[in-house]
């Protein structure tokens, strides 16, 4: 398919306002994911149409496909997963002036707010209370009746939620910057890390290996804490200074009261008390991995220095936009395993165990032998 | 006697650089505080000697003579507590610009610091490493092995950590202003407390009853957050705007995401989350009481809405001025129950069931009949 051109399934249902393209999907908690066509709408005036090219698996994408986070964000089946797209624009509405077909494009978590809220207007759309999401959200504009993700050949967003793509940038390893890409480079802007800091990234998985790429590329000096010691060459190659094997209490007591900001990417119970004694007089801790079960704080780690916690999602839609121009200029993309969309239901059992370095990225090309 | 006279007892050891005076002690953690006599160093050229007129009453000094920080800031015996000491001047050293015999003056939780390190030059003493606290500290002076605070006749200290008073005020109810009132005084100015904002008060003990009149006085919507409903007209009394009872689940709904700033005074285990999802965007809450045990964090109730939790410890010597000029303009003191120091044990009892109004102020005229 040449840029500019419609695949031809897609042309089928045209000027009935919606089209059928490919895509893989669950049809519960506890299916495989499987080839499936769903319904996307026309572009209207102010969509852009966009041939999925790569789309990130986000540990997102397996909470929800497994109904993991029902008790806070329950999800409807059956489900497309993704929210890590690149891809190549095909169509555009009447009204879109920042894209033509042709253009390299991005989409993230979100594809629709209320644009009208002080938090949109603030351009924080990541705090919409009427926020849209890639998946499992509402469909306003009816074409299901739930949003569908990235696992697909096809999609059609809101010109204001599509994002420019550097052409400098290898695709496959762009596409997880949408969501770990954008969340660890979000808390660390809004908390002013900058060269002279120091700064620790908890965690060296999908989300850490971003956050110790961005703290580098911001100039800080950057700490990797691990719990594998296995993992420091691996860390200090994708830019930290230096690696602390966080159950070395001496090395940990070594760094008491140093650290600016330390971003937490762990996503299962741990000890944030441990790393609070790290920060100096003012210093922040930013969680942006997601525990089932509450953490155990320490009253007494958070006076002691007037330290503080707080937590980060995602980022608004400019914010996204700056994130990948800055990758662009700094050439970093996420370090990726890519695969066929066949392959999804085997990267999502390896996912689980966390053995990927360091995000899968889905080749859609796989999708159209389907 | 009368202001610049020296009582007799302190004269006996002049000359030998050191003079006794009287004070109430604890020999371990399971004996009553008694009378003793304890020694005091003369004026250096920087320090001011003070007649100490009221001592209040801290849940530190509780915490302190029953050992119950050991794991923390163990405490050696004998210990004299007190760390909201307001008296009068009766002499100065050489070197001493700020204070002259006959002026009212306070002290706080600190009677020194390094005074070189970058927290102190920030004005920043409370975070000084190499803080003195007013007891059970190590005594650089040699004067004894450990700082002796406030439950005592005179106190002679650093011109640098001695407080002015405002001439308005009543002392008995100043004297608490010197821990609890920078307590609760230095978070909100830190994170910004102003008219038009929403605050809340977790909590209306010492330090809750403070934080009331200070939200209040920095012009913010007040709401007080209390298990007990038989509080409200006292809340209403003290400041508060609205009382809301935090066992109510629907009343605390309806408050969900509204908050700017909410102050945490709660010293025991208690459910941080359902305040944290009353915070707007970047709201804070800042924690001031310490209870033993860690509180159980919800990553999702930071997580959305990019809120933070915090601590706070004291404040720095200027803020404290600072503070203590507020309250002269505003006319703030603490609710207190003015007591003899005979009564001090039984205070103590009566504080570990928080049955007080809201802070015991010890008359030390009291203490001249021991």
């Not at 351009?123 to 890639?134: H, K």
């Not at 496959?172 to 900058?194: D, E, F, K, N």
């Not at 980060?312 to 662009?328: D, P, V, Y």
């Amino acid at each position: 398919m040449k840029c500019g051109e419609m695949p031809e399934p897609l042309q089928l249902l045209k000027g009935q306002f919606m089209y059928q393209t490919k895509a893989f999907s669950a049809a519960t908690a506890t299916s495989p994911l499987t080839s499936v066509a769903i319904p996307r709408r026309d572009p209207k005036d102010r969509d852009v149409q966009i041939e999925i090219l790569f789309c990130g698996i986000c540990n997102s994408d397996l909470h929800a496909a497994r109904n993991e986070w029902k008790d806070i964000m329950p999800t409807t089946y059956p489900i497309v997963p993704g929210h890590e797209i690149v891809g190549r624009v095909t169509e555009v509405g009447s009204a879109v002036t920042k894209f033509k077909p042709g253009d390299l494009a991005a989409v993230g978590c979100m594809v629709d707010s209320d644009q009208s809220c002080p938090n949109c207007k603030a351009g924080l759309e990541n705090f919409c209370p009427n926020a849209t999401f890639t998946f499992n959200s509402p469909d306003k504009h009816g074409t299901a009746p739930m949003t569908y993700g990235g696992y697909s050949d096809s999609i059609v967003v809101d010109e204001h939620f599509v994002l420019s793509v550097p052409d400098n940038l290898d695709l496959a390893g762009t596409a997880p910057l949408l969501c770990a890409g954008i969340t660890t480079y979000s808390p660390m802007r809004h908390h002013g890390v900058t060269k002279g800091n120091k700064v620790g990234v908890i965690g060296l998985g999908g989300l850490g290996h971003m956050g110790v790429k961005f703290a580098h590329a911001f100039g800080a000096h950057t700490v990797v804490f691990t719990t594998s010691p296995k993992k420091k060459e691996d860390a200090l190659r994708l830019g930290a200074d230096e690696v602390v094997v966080s159950t070395n209490a001496n090395e940990m007591k070594s760094h008491a009261s140093t650290f600016d900001f330390i971003l937490d990417t762990v996503a299962v119970d741990h000890d944030i008390n441990q790393y609070l004694n790290l920060l100096r007089l003012d210093g922040n801790l930013t969680i942006v991995g997601v525990p089932s079960k509450p953490l155990a704080l320490s009253s007494f780690a958070l006076i002691i220095g007037r330290r503080s916690v707080s937590g980060s999602n995602i980022g608004g839609i400019a914010e996204t936009q700056e994130m990948l121009g800055f990758c662009g200029q700094h050439n970093i993309t996420s370090d990726v395993e890519v695969i066929p969309i066949q392959k999804v239901n085997e990267a999502y059992e390896r996912l689980a165990k966390s053995d990927v370095k360091y995000r899968f990225s889905i080749d859609m090309a796989s999708l159209k032998s389907e």
